[in-house]
């Protein structure tokens, strides 16, 4: 994992000051005055600087086992004066390639403490509306931030989900089409992806409703409404990730189902084959037996007559064939079945 990187925003309604950088005390000292700090640490490549950290604010030994142990279940956690939020957040790559990270949340009275894997992240609306100036976050507490943070996380699986969901139609395509092992493959691929987005989305949802149904004292009144509205944004995840998960599954059985129909039509043109030839093959036996008295045999048109009777029993096959359906044509629907 890479080094550690901090940064903080620090600001009230008429003030806001920012640093970045490696050292705790640096970038700390905009947070003199102000009614809200946030601290961003991207990378948690140095256990020691996470820990002083947690030293600084004086958080919970648990939370900082919880940090530095990637892989966490969403959840969230009530201190005696603090809330401990874990997250997972998704980075779509230009290729395509969904990129998954651990981001915990620390809220406290004044401040806010995001601790993220690696660098990059989705939250850069919400430094802008800081740098902005929107009145409804440079007025508001550290809870309401954090409430953003979150719902800057969870819009960032919608893209995801789109992606998916066009990934899921151009399998539909390719399945119909040609129902290969590779296509197959892509099938499985993007169900575990999908089980991760489930994954995330599921606790985090139990999380933030046991918060809006027990409103912590960190929380403000004021916030309740805007962390409900994040719910209903993973409850909209969730939803779409159920149906995903559905359609995929459905494609396993019509990959199924494709294989034995390639099957049965082989078998098909298998049984044709084998009907038209029984027949002839009859005919082959009979006069290739070696009695001396089979008048047949000895009859100046026997040969072509043998040739004559095999094309027409060849012909009336294809014909039958044909119209049950076999070689392309309509099937016969009997009076019964038109009912």
Known sequence: MPAPRLAVIAYDREHLAEASGKCLTEVMA???????????????????????????????PLVIADILNLGQRPKVELYDDAMFCVVRMVLLAAEGEVHWEQL???VTDRFVLTFQETYGDCLDP???????????????????????????????YFPVVET????????EDDLIRAPTQAVLRRVYRAKRELLKLRRATWPLRDALNHVVRDAPPMIAPATLPYLR??????????????????????????????????TNEVMRALTVLAAIFIPLTFLAGVYGM????????????????????????TVVL????????????????LPEESE
């Not at 700090?37 to 490549?45: C, E, F, M, R, Y």
């Not at 430094?127 to 960032?156: K, T």
């Open 30 to 60: 905009p947070f003199s005055g102000k009614r809200v700090a946030w601290l961003d640490v991207q990378g948690l490549g140095n256990e020691a600087v996470i820990r002083d950290i947690g030293a600084h604010f004086h958080l919970h």
């Open 104 to 106: 915990s949340v620390v």
């Open 126 to 156: 919400v430094r802008q509306r800081i740098r902005q100036g929107r009145p409804m976050i440079r007025g508001s507490g550290p809870d309401y931030l954090a409430a953003m943070v979150i719902d800057a996380i969870v819009d960032g």
């Open 164 to 171: 998916f969901g066009e990934s899921l139609e151009r399998l």
């Open 229 to 262: 509205d994040v719910e209903d944004h993973v409850m909209q995840v969730v939803d779409i990730v159920e149906t995903c998960r559905e359609i995929a599954g459905s494609f396993v059985e019509i990959f199924l189902s494709s294989m034995t129909q390639r």
């Open 290 to 313: 070696n009695f001396d008295h089979m008048p047949e045999i000895h009859w100046e048109w026997g040969y072509a007559m043998f040739w004559a009777i095999a094309i027409a029993v």
């Open 318 to 333: 294809l014909v039958v064939f044909w119209r049950l359906g076999w070689l392309g044509g309509a099937k016969v629907v």
